[in-house]
């Protein structure tokens, strides 16, 4: 019997408490409710009988054993907006008759945020003596940028040993470069009054809508164009001009290509019907730099390497209105590629245009070797619990490792090929899995307690 079995004793609590943490709306950027998450855990800990401490309330670790090297496990309070074309209620944990738990944040990344806290807990409560230092690490704005990490790391060490269940199985050896910027400029279309979309950067939104003041013909003219477009368009007359609703489908910016952008969507069917001086600026930069593709092949930038794969565009969200007009661009490039020059290229462009470019976060590429000390151990733990060896695999999605400075990884907590909706609709997990990734967790905790 492998240790990491032990923490299915504490299966029904975790169920409960999980869906008193889904509860909490600890929605990215609202910061009282994003304490409120931290606040939580924190108590829990304290209940535990684990030293808990929070650090100027955007992060903190519970904690067990000291001395030896101090290792840590990384995960985060703060989920992503709920969006829309739920099934059931997205802050309301759920569980369905096809063995999958449903709600937002649980698979990305409360779920696994709760898990590490219950290894600390089966640790302490089995007597396990450890050499080491161990910290369950939580933070609250995972999903804005680090700033969370930034924060803790300034009057907290860094460990030497960690890992962060916030990706996917096997080892993630590899991240993406990851470049958020604002684009904004005074809106100066004639024939679009207003067009809003998405509310976070790392999304693909998945509603938009447009006002237009037109004419009735260019209304019907518009109508029998949406019919030949990529996208699912509807019209509306009111009372400030016509409303054209774009519906799109969700997907994390990482993967753009497995969405449907509502906001390009929109904007692809406007520029091919009226002129870029009707449209405005920005629109127009848009349609011209970016359009519907998610390459970066029209602003220039599109490349690839053999070890993390193709850099990827999402446009995240998108505001119009009478004076004003602004979006924000995700992207993810690849581990060997230089993201300050990506930048110049996209602000040169930008420039033509009169458009103003602002970097909101600039997370650059994380790489270890397949021979490190932590991908050793996680590798030996993985194959403790499944019988087999993990896969080595790299990605696109940004996670708390690359804060760790070449000591940490991803690791879980969703195996592949599993379906979890991330940063969507509907986001779950399958119950099964979720409690093998327990199994997993704790047998790499108890490994970085008594050997690492």
């Not at 309301?92 to 409360?110: F, P, Q, T």
């Not at 679009?192 to 509310?199: A, E, P, V």
């Not at 009735?216 to 009111?238: I, P, V």
């Not at 520029?271 to 127009?284: C, D, H, I, K, V």
Request: aromatic letters at 8%.
């Amino acid at each position: 019997m492998s240790f990491g079995e032990k923490i299915l004793d504490y299966k029904e609590d975790i169920i409960t408490d999980l869906a008193e943490l889904i509860a909490i709306q600890s929605v990215s950027g609202i910061e009282e409710s994003c304490k409120e998450a931290l606040d939580w855990m924190m108590k829990k800990a304290i209940s535990f009988g684990l030293k808990a401490e929070s650090i100027n309330n955007v992060a903190g670790h519970a904690e067990l054993g000291e001395g030896g090297k101090l290792c840590g496990v990384l995960a985060h309070l703060d989920v992503v907006s709920e969006g829309n074309n739920w099934d059931s209620l997205p802050f309301e944990l759920s569980i369905g008759d096809n063995g999958y738990m449903y709600g937002r944040g649980v698979a990305d990344d409360k779920g696994a945020a709760l898990i590490n806290l219950y290894c600390l807990k089966a640790l302490k409560d089995n007597g396990v003596v450890g050499k080491n230092t161990l910290r369950a690490i939580f933070g609250t704005s995972e999903e804005r940028g680090m700033e969370d990490m930034d924060e803790y790391f300034k009057h907290e060490p860094v460990p030497e040993l960690s890992f962060t269940p916030d990706s996917e199985y096997g080892i993630c050896k590899g991240e993406k470069g990851i470049l958020q910027l604002e684009l904004y400029t005074e809106h100066n279309g004639t024939t679009l009054t207003q067009l809003h979309s998405g509310k976070t950067t790392n999304a693909v939104p998945d509603t938009a809508y447009a006002l237009l003041d037109c004419t009735e013909n260019e209304d019907h003219q518009l109508a029998r164009l949406a019919d030949a477009k990529n996208g699912s368009f509807e019209f509306y007359y009111t009372i400030d001009g016509m409303m054209v609703l774009s519906r799109g489908q969700a997907a994390h910016a990482s993967t753009p290509d497995k969405g449907l952008n509502a906001a390009t969507a929109l904007i692809d069917l406007l520029t091919s019907n009226f002129s870029p001086l009707t449209m405005g600026s920005l629109p127009s930069f848009i349609d011209h730099y970016i359009g519907v593709d998610t390459d970066g092949v029209m602003l220039g930038i599109k490349m690839r390497d053999k070890e993390s794969g193709a850099l990827t565009v999402n446009v995240g969200t998108v505001h119009i209105d009478d004076s004003y007009a602004t979006c924000t661009l995700d992207i993810r490039y690849p581990v060997t590629k230089d993201g300050d020059e990506i930048l110049e290229k996209i602000k040169r462009q930008a420039e033509k245009e009169k458009i103003d470019v602002k970097v909101l976060t600039h997370q650059k590429p994380l790489y270890l070797s397949e021979d490190s000390e932590i991908v050793k151990l996680l590798s030996e733990s993985y194959e403790n619990i499944m019988g087999e060896k993990p896969s080595i695999y790299t990605t696109g999605g940004g996670t708390y490792a690359r804060k760790l400075k070449g000591k940490g990884v991803a690791f879980g907590p969703i195996f592949e090929g599993e379906e979890s909706n991330v940063h969507n609709a509907n986001e779950c997990i399958n119950v099964e899995k979720f409690f093998q990734h327990a199994q997993i967790c704790l047998e790499s905790m108890y490994n970085l307690y008594t050997k690492g």
